[in-house]
């Protein structure tokens, strides 16, 4: 008031779930452009692969039983196998609806990984270069959201040289004070930047200014939605980061992309598979439901080798009728997640109506994470990711045998 004094309150109070609704549409449409772009480069390496499987296990048919030569053809079959579970891993990375997933991540591992696609899906007159910085700190980051940064810096890379020419990306280790006179909340004592840069068509001042503007584009109508960088921009956001862009009209453009390093309590946080160990096996009988009949057949063979008894079940309501009657000598159920007739948790459930202790541990190629939480809450003792080798199963068989 005039001698002022507080009169009143205002308060305004916003609904931004219609806001947050189209945020999330907006992600969804730019993995499903994404996806398209990946598709022929992922068709062209998954035939490739299994050109490698077909080609070699023709030639094990033919020869003489030779431990060399069987190794010899092996060996290609197996890394084969990995490289096709790599690929699968990274259509689900960019296809699935999850929250952000916060993990430890190396940013030379996601640039390394998305050159390989990169190679196989981008014409042959751009040549993508790498420059990656040796022993570059790990970050805390969504690493699908990271991926799809990446991809829209790249394709739209791409798009900006019809002709032919060069990507170039690399990372760095820079101290935040070289970032704060720039972007003055950058509180990190330390970042981690990715430069993608490229020798196309670049951006006049006007362009450059507006290109974080959702569905603004300069692509003809129907060849780009205008969300790709919006997305970008988003996303480097919410990692607490920033991003700069340098461009002229005819010069190329170059994205720098800064992510906080976060420290890490000591210790090792690159989880590597551990090499083969002969696992101790056992005399416990135990029931295998798996409706894939080669897999099943295989599962069970490794399992027997190590003197299990093995039940087989192919669908969730066999699976309950054999442990109604075998349930004193069963001692673990090992089971595929996507069955048919029952699925993994509701086998579960109504194993532990028959047997409140049973044990169970679920397979799956890809569990939605609300769903796995869930299996574990219920009780079930362990999760198993396919493709999945012997060694693992075998330990992980013997680990849930020998809980207390």
């Known amino acids: 008031n005039a001698s002022g004094n507080i009169a009143s309150y205002r308060g305004i109070l916003r609904d931004v779930t219609e806001r947050k609704t189209l945020q999330q549409q907006l992600f969804q449409a730019q993995k499903l452009e994404s996806l398209g772009t990946l598709a022929s480069g992922i068709a062209h390496d998954f035939n490739n692969i299994l050109t490698i499987i077909i080609g070699h296990a023709s030639f094990l048919e033919r020869l003489p039983p030779d431990r060399a030569t069987i190794k010899r053809h092996l060996d290609p079959i197996s890394r084969a196998s990995m490289r096709g579970a790599a690929l699968v891993r990274q259509l689900l990375t960019f296809a699935r609806k999850t929250d952000v997933a916060l993990e430890l991540v190396s940013l030379n591992d996601v640039v390394s990984e998305m050159s390989k696609l990169l190679g196989e899906t981008f014409p042959s007159n751009i040549v993508v270069s790498l420059r990656l910085e040796a022993d570059l700190p790990t970050i805390t980051a969504d690493a699908t959201q990271l991926h799809q940064v990446f991809l829209n810096l790249c394709v739209n890379a791409r798009d900006a040289m019809p002709d032919g020419g060069s990507l170039i ?25 990715v430069t993608v840069s490229d020798t196309g068509t670049g951006m006049d001042e006007g362009t450059r200014r507006r290109i974080f503007e959702p569905f603004f584009t300069t692509k003809d109508l129907g060849k780009g939605t205008g969300l790709g960088l919006a997305v970008v921009f988003g996303i480097v956001e919410s990692h607490a980061g920033f991003i700069d862009v340098e461009s002229l ?156």
Do not use: C, W
């Open 169 to 193: 990306i690399s990372t760095s280790h820079l101290s935040g004070e070289k970032l704060r006179p720039k972007f003055g909340s950058a509180t990190a004592q330390d970042y981690v930047s």
């Open 249 to 404: 009209s005819g010069q190329g453009t170059t994205f720098h992309l800064f992510f906080p390093i976060v420290q890490h309590a000591e210790g090792n946080s690159d989880v590597r598979e551990q090499p083969s160990e002969e696992i101790t096996g056992g005399k416990e009988t135990i029931l295998v439901v798996e409706d894939e009949l080669m897999l099943r057949d295989l599962v069970g063979g490794v399992l027997e080798l190590k003197g299990y008894t093995v039940l087989v079940a192919s669908d969730g309501e066999e699976a309950v009728a054999i442990y109604k009657h075998q349930r004193k000598k069963i001692r673990l159920v090992l089971s595929d997640m996507g069955l048919p007739k029952l699925n993994g948790l509701e086998l579960y459930q109504k194993l532990k109506k028959i047997n409140k202790h049973v044990r169970m541990v679920v397979a799956s190629g890809y569990m939605d994470p609300y769903m796995k939480t869930e299996t574990i809450k219920e009780g079930i003792k362990d999760f198993i990711q396919k493709p999945y080798n012997t060694t693992m199963i075998l330990k992980t068989v013997r680990d849930v045998l020998d809980m207390a």
